[in-house]
């Protein structure tokens, strides 16, 4: 087979890829490891940059998230009963779309279906060759038998565990990385959500997000030791300490009921440089990755996405390399202005082990600039519903 693109990953990098690039006539090939309905039964965050809603758009896959989804024009941060809001309308004029990234892979994968788009599962051995050349290929194997792919281009959008990265030698990468000390539980409840908004909640119990899919699914989260994991919380354990974490307005309009969902999510920053290796171009998580905090995770994806497809529409269509010449630096920009806000986040909601007394002070001022400051928020405001690209 020969394909101009060859795509590894299946997730929602991948799919908006080959979705963009089909618009433009340019052919591309997905390889995944796993089934579709594995992929589809993930559950991840859900709140969407305006970048990424125009990047739907121009995929052609935004009419139901355009029917579904919600404009949230701001959230509501809280720490201990003190609570407060930001407007990100009144600050920068944006706002961000709540849907969850469940249902725009879902959607991904019904327009390159609908398009007649090659996506290969349980391609297992994916190996990507001569990547430092003009002609790379990929190999994969399905059933047993191995089966090759020339190309122009790979797109390594495979994740953090994927092949992709590591197909970049250990002298040419150059590895960030901060693990934290504690990890998010979450549920998914088929209950109305406890506000119409989000809700960031820091305590001295340690941190708490109340966030939502739609009018009857809710999905919570509250910080939690490394060393717990689901089944040490019964869901009443869960509801309860929830209770603890959110200001009592909240608590006490608090609706539960049985979780359909309950896992625990590790938090690490991560970044890998450069993102391109001759013809291997990294996107989303096989570059980089943020604590949930800052809902940046499909944003920084979306943003990877956007810059390798006018790079690769530069090239093809103009034969100009300059745009896939510049992906890296262009890229790795945005991106570590993304990491920046989910670990500034993650540090001024969440508990640490070892924080003294000072510190504690310095994270409770912190939290009051950000309510007494029009500066702040605006920054705040910027950072959440993403920066320029
Ligand atoms: N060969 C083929 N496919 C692979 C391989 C491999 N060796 N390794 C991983 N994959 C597949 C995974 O099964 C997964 O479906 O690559 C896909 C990567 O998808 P994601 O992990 O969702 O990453 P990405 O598409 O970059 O989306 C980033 O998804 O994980 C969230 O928090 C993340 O919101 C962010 C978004
Ligand atoms: C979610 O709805 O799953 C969610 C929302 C905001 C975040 C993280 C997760 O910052």
Redesign the pocket.
């Known amino acids: 087979m020969r394909r101009q693109v060859c795509i ?7 799919l908006l890829l080959s979705q963009l690039l089909h618009r433009q006539g340019i052919d591309s090939v997905v ?4 089934t579709r309905d594995y ?1 589809l039964s993930r559950i ?2 859900g709140i969407l940059e305006t970048g990424m809603v125009n990047l739907m758009r121009e995929a052609g896959v935004s009419e139901r998230m355009d029917r579904e989804g919600y404009i949230h024009e701001g959230t509501v941060i809280a720490h201990g009963d003190d609570r407060f809001g930001i407007n990100f309308k009144d600050l920068t004029g944006d706002h961000v779309m709540i849907y969850g ?1 469940t249902e725009v892979t879902r959607d991904l994968y019904d327009a390159r279906d609908a398009a007649g788009g090659t996506v290969i599962f349980n ?1 297992e051995g ?1 190996t990507i060759h001569d990547a430092d050349s003009d002609a790379p290929y990929v190999t994969y194997i399905t059933e047993g038998t191995e089966h090759r792919i020339d190309c122009d281009f790979v797109a390594g ?3 953090f ?3 992709s990265r590591r197909t970049i030698p250990l002298d040419v990468r150059r590895e960030y990385e901060k693990v934290y000390p504690f990890g998010w539980l979450g549920i998914l409840s088929e209950t109305p959500p406890v506000h119409d908004e989000l809700i960031y909640a820091g305590s001295d119990r340690g941190f708490a997000l109340c966030s939502m899919r739609n009018d009857n699914l809710s999905r919570y989260y509250v910080q939690c030791s490394l060393s717990d994991s689901p089944e040490d919380w019964t869901d009443d354990a869960f509801w309860d300490e929830l209770r603890k974490r959110i200001p009592q307005e909240f608590a006490d309009q608090l609706i539960t009921g049985p979780s359909i969902e309950k896992s625990i999510a590790p938090l690490r920053s991560f970044v890998t440089e450069p993102m391109r290796w001759g013809r291997l171009f990294l ?4 570059a980089h990755i943020v604590p949930p905090t800052g809902a940046k ?2 944003n920084t ?1 979306a943003s990877d996405i956007h810059y390798l497809y006018q790079g690769l529409l530069q090239f093809y269509h103009e034969g100009d390399s300059e745009g896939i010449d510049r992906y890296s630096e262009k890229a790795l920009a945005r991106i570590w202005k993304a990491e920046r806000f989910s670990w500034a986040t993650t540090n001024l909601l969440h508990r640490y082990p070892d924080q003294s007394p000072f510190d504690l002070k310095m994270q409770k001022a912190d939290v009051a600039f950000l309510r007494d400051n029009h500066a702040a928020q605006t920054a705040f405001a910027q950072n959440y519903v993403g920066l320029p690209y």
Not at 8 to 14: K, L, N, Y
Not at 31 to 34: D, S, T, Y
Not at 283 to 286: H, P, S, T
């Open positions: 590894i990953g299946g997730g929602p990098s991948g390889l995944e490891r796993k992929v991840r965050a990234q391609a994916v959008c495979d994740g565990h994927g092949v996107c989303g998580d096989a995770g499909l994806a």
